[in-house]
């Protein structure tokens, strides 16, 4: 029986992409991926490199012949699918997806992968499938409970979302993307008190982010606390005065006319916490 020699070439092109040693690297898989023995492994990390450099259109290529010489590698069409996704040529990602998917019914990746497309092609209900298959696997999987709890937010379903949330808060107290999404959270089941914590948190994390000083101010105003209101929209509008004018814009047009019966400021007008 013939024992095929482990190929140095693969932990060699590996050292060099850890390295960062990016030229290098694409010098020597370009080499392999030039002649026969390229396997699919080696034509994945030549798409990656290639990715890492910029170069798109090679990238795919190379994911697209690592996909000939083995179709189940879950890496390369999951690479394959991002780069399409990137390319906003969604439908081809899907349906790559679907066929790793088919033989690799349990590739955590490619669930995520799929529910973010999915979200992002309006289909959340298929969306939110995904994520749970995801997270039945993988239940640390970071990016598909925060993402789950984004679409479960906009669904209207709060309490669902934040205890998503709460599970990425035990694992990472420090989790800013998660903070934000449970100052919404708690803000919409009325939790005004636990919604200014959890404002104060993110804040203390970056003291710049706007959405967290006019949640903050929110909630303060909610309950009653109208100069500690006052100063965090003072503090958001001083922090990105261009922006906090987009957001208040953005939340005078939704509120409709029947809110703003009576009220005879505008839109750009420092709001005031009462209202």
């Known amino acids: 029986m013939n024992i095929r020699a482990p190929d140095p070439t693969l932990p060699q092109a590996i050292a060099l992409l850890r390295s960062n040693r990016l030229l290098e690297a694409q010098s020597l898989l370009a080499s392999i991926c030039s002649n026969e023995v390229a396997s699919a492994e080696h034509w994945f990390l030549y798409g990656a490199v290639e990715h890492m450099l910029g170069r798109v259109d090679a990238a795919l290529t190379a994911f697209e012949h690592a996909l000939v010489l083995q179709p189940d590698h879950a890496r390369a069409a999951n690479g394959r699918a991002s780069l399409l996704a990137s390319l906003d040529r969604i439908d081809e990602a899907l349906e790559g997806l679907r066929r790793l998917l088919a033989v690799r019914p349990n590739d955590v990746d490619a669930h995520v992968n799929m529910a973010i497309l999915l979200d992002q092609s309006g289909d959340g209900r298929s969306a939110l499938e995904h994520y749970d298959t995801a997270l039945a696997l993988d239940a640390s999987h970071r990016t598909a409970r925060l993402n789950r709890s984004a679409i479960l937010l906009a669904t209207r379903q709060f309490e669902a979302a934040l205890h998503d949330i709460s599970v990425l808060l035990r694992a990472n107290p420090q989790d800013a993307a998660a903070l934000v999404n449970a100052a919404k959270a708690l803000l919409a089941l009325d939790r005004f008190a636990d919604a200014v914590d959890a404002c ?67 839109a750009d007008d420092p709001p005031d916490p009462r209202v």
Do not use: P
């Open 200 to 266: 104060r948190s993110l804040i203390a994390i970056d003291q710049r982010h706007i959405g967290a000083r006019i949640d903050q101010g929110v909630a303060l105003s909610c309950l009653g606390r109208f100069d500690e209101a006052q100063a965090a929209f003072a503090a958001a509008r001083t922090a990105d005065s261009t922006r906090f004018a987009q957001i208040q814009r953005q939340a005078w047009n939704a509120a409709g006319q029947n809110l703003r019966q009576g009220w005879t400021h505008t």
